[in-house]
Nanobody
Framework: QVQLVESGGGLVQPGGSLRLSCAAS????????MGWYRQAPGKQRELVAH???????TYADSVKGRFTISRDNARKKVYLQMNSLEPEDTAVYYC???????????WGQGTQVTVSS
């Protein structure tokens, strides 16, 4: 059974930083992509950043230059470093894992990020 557990959310002032972490457990093999999505109240879930097995990254335009996604394959973890946070970044952030061989997709339970003064 695959599980994703996020951590690192919280309340931060505009301009501040947070680092989200997501740890995967269970049988996922070596061929998987990981990413972060977010969902603000009243809005659809949207992609924030995505990282492929080889390290290729994709970012939403709204976070380019402010957020950095990285992964540790040995520990089956993915991170999201968020700098220069804005109130518009307030949302529940979800970790996502896509297994390339089985095409299965998994989600974490979500972690709240609130940017407010």
């Amino acid at each position: 059974q695959v599980q994703l557990v996020e951590s690192g959310g919280g309340l931060v002032q505009p301009g501040g930083s947070l680092r989200l972490s997501c740890a995967a457990s269970g049988s996922i093999g070596s061929f998987y992509a990981m990413g972060w999505y977010r969902q603000a109240p009243g809005k659809q879930r949207e992609l924030v950043a995505h990282i492929l097995r080889g390290g290729t990254t994709t970012y939403a335009d709204s976070v380019k230059g402010r957020f950095t996604i990285s992964r540790d394959n040995a520990r089956k973890k993915v991170y999201l470093q968020m700098n220069s946070l804005e109130p518009e970044d307030t949302a529940v952030y979800y970790c996502n894992l896509f297994v390339e061989t089985t095409r299965d997709m998994y989600w974490g339970q979500g972690t709240q990020v609130t940017v407010s003064s």
